[in-house]
């Protein structure tokens, strides 16, 4: 699957990432009121052994934003990180239980609409997230006292400001045409600018950055001290039914997430690969079994860096193994030179990365392709935005059924019609089924016929229906035993044998 041909784009692409992954792993550590330490285990887990096992080309994988609540509340429901760490490892088993049992196929019945959605909602939580580093706000300022500008750093948004308008021009014609130039990513540009800012500014007493306005990773003084960081799960506790609730809860909420990005990054790839579901499944299972018991979070495939991943030219997962491996070295080796990124680069990179995610013509394009289209794609930007990424989803996705609904309600493809008149110009009404008719047509059906006028001659042809619901059969019994009474004459022309449809397709592979 790793061809080395892909290297040279897959290196590069491997660094922007890793630059990406090591502000968010210590993020959402700090979200999930867990050692910081955790996470940085997490994304090296999930780059690593996840990205070794996963078929996913363009994935990747590290603990999720969106499963910050649940660790949270998970860590004071159990009263213990290394409780909580056994249940991640059993939380991965069930996983890897899920994949067997292939239910991977789950990820395929999400609509383009409702994707589109979750895309478009991340990428403006990912801008909306980094607003307050890009400005270097502190959060001891009190906003109300001070206002929005006093509370600014000027050191940090001079950084933030030159961050952004290298990224935005590295990925311009002029530069790309310039192959020396090109081959370096912007991301490693405008870090590397970044870095030499904060000490140049460093010398002066305004523009300093603070000490949190810094990248900030555990250091180490030697490799006992270094081995320490690792914790093991209390595996006392394995009767805990609490802890078999928090390892579902996880399995379920991480294999959601995680077959929603790997429909999105797959929708998203210029090659149009697909990734094998049940494997992936298999893959994050092993990842969060192994990150369980040596300390870390719960991992998922996640969209920021995936997309990071894809954007930056990456070919194959090479670039997620070398970006777990580029953690795993600086975090043992070089913490202290680490420390000295400022975090407003970062945020330029993720916020360009939003954008991207959220462009204006996107939600043109989905507004040009109808109401359907549209509806349930802003109800799940709207719900991501403003509740989080599951519920987004499941709001996006009741949308979407309910537009379903409502075009099977509306639509009579299933249901041909033709009117006439006979002599005595009594009404002549043709009704042909068509070859399924399912409980979503019984709406409309039942509608069609409430309006055939009295005194008609109605001719139901059931010639081409291979399978009709029960619902439809009853309904349409109920109104051949009240036509009489309507003066309605019923014609029924029958097929030889209705019969369950997956019958019908047996016998004619036969």
Request: zero cysteines; glycine letters at 8%; a negative charge.
């Given at each position: 699957m790793i061809d080395v041909k892909d290297l040279k784009q897959d290196i590069p692409a491997s660094v922007v990432v890793f630059f990406v992954a090591l502000p968010l792993c210590l993020g959402v550590a700090l979200a999930s009121g867990a050692p910081l330490f955790s996470g940085l285990i997490a994304g090296?887990?999930?780059?690593?052994?996840?990205?070794?096992?996963?078929?996913?080309?363009?994935?990747?994988?590290?603990?999720?934003?969106?499963?910050?609540?649940?660790?949270?509340?998970?860590?004071e429901t159990l009263e213990s990180f290394q409780v909580f760490l056994l249940a991640v490892l059993l939380g991965g088993l069930l996983q890897i239980l899920l994949g067997a049992l292939r239910a991977g196929i789950l990820g395929y019945f999400f609509p383009s609409s409702v994707i589109n959605g979750m895309l478009t909602g991340i990428g403006l939580i990912i801008v909306l997230k980094q607003i307050p580093y890009a400005f270097g706000l502190d959060e001891s300022i009190s906003m109300v006292e001070e206002g929005m500008l006093s509370a600014v750093?000027?050191?940090?948004?001079?950084?933030?400001?030159?961050?952004?308008?290298?990224?935005?021009?590295?990925?311009?014609?002029?530069v790309k045409r310039l192959k020396w130039v090109g081959a370096i990513p912007g991301p490693v540009v405008a870090v590397a600018t970044a870095v030499v800012l904060a000490l140049l500014f460093a010398r002066t007493g305004e523009l300093?950055?603070?000490?949190?306005?810094?990248?900030?990773?555990?250091?180490?003084?030697?490799?006992?001290?270094?081995?320490?960081?690792?914790?093991?799960?209390?595996?006392?506790?394995?009767?805990?039914?609490?802890?078999?609730?928090?390892?579902?809860?996880?399995?379920?909420?991480?294999?959601?997430?995680?077959?929603?990005?790997?429909?999105?990054?797959?929708?998203?790839?210029?090659l149009k690969r697909t990734t094998p579901t049940n494997r992936e499944l298999v893959a994050q299972g092993v990842g969060n079994s192994f990150s369980g018991l040596i300390g870390g979070l719960p991992v998922t495939q996640v969209i920021v860096r995936s997309s990071v991943n894809l954007q930056t030219g990456a070919r194959s997962k090479a670039s997620t193994i070398c970006h777990g491996i580029l953690l795993l070295v600086c975090v043992a080796t070089l913490p202290t030179w680490l420390n000295m990124i400022p975090l407003g680069v970062l945020a330029a990179v993720l916020i360009l990365t939003g954008y991207k995610l959220a462009k204006p013509a996107l939600f043109k394009k989905m507004w040009a392709a109808g109401l359907e289209?549209?509806?349930?794609?802003?109800?799940?930007?709207?719900?991501?935005?403003?509740?989080?990424?599951?519920?987004?989803?499941?709001?996006?996705?009741?949308?979407?059924?309910?537009?379903?609904?409502?075009?099977?309600?509306?639509?009579?493809?299933?249901?041909?019609?033709?009117q006439g008149t006979e002599e005595g110009n009594r009404p002549r009404i043709n009704l042909r089924l068509a070859e399924e008719v399912t409980f979503l047509n019984k709406g409309a059906i039942r509608k069609e016929l409430s309006e055939i006028p009295d005194n008609a001659h109605v001719i139901l042809d059931k010639r081409n229906c291979v399978y009709m619901n029960h619902d439809i059969a009853e309904t349409i019994d109920g109104f051949i035993a009240t036509a009489s009474a309507r003066n309605i004459e019923v014609e029924v022309i029958e097929r030889q044998a209705v019969v369950p449809i997956w019958e019908e397709r047996n016998s004619r592979a036969a």
């Open positions: 090296i887990v999930g780059g690593i052994v996840v990205g070794a096992i996963s078929g996913s080309r363009l994935g990747v994988s590290g603990p999720a934003a969106g499963l910050t609540v649940i660790v949270l509340a998970a860590i750093h000027p050191g940090v948004l001079i950084i933030s400001l030159m961050s952004l308008a290298l990224l935005v021009a590295w990925e311009s014609p002029q300093e950055l603070h000490a949190s306005q810094l990248v900030s990773v555990p250091v180490a003084s030697g490799f006992n001290e270094f081995l320490s960081l690792f914790t093991l799960p209390d595996f006392t506790q394995i009767n805990n039914p609490a802890v078999w609730s928090v390892a579902v809860t996880i399995a379920v909420v991480a294999s959601l997430e995680t077959l929603l990005s790997v429909e999105a990054i797959d929708k998203m790839d210029p289209q549209f509806l349930p794609f802003a109800i799940t930007v709207s719900g991501v935005v403003f509740t989080d990424l599951l519920t987004g989803v499941g709001l996006g996705m009741a949308a979407a059924i309910f537009a379903l609904l409502r075009r099977n309600y509306l639509n009579s493809h299933f249901l041909h019609k033709k």
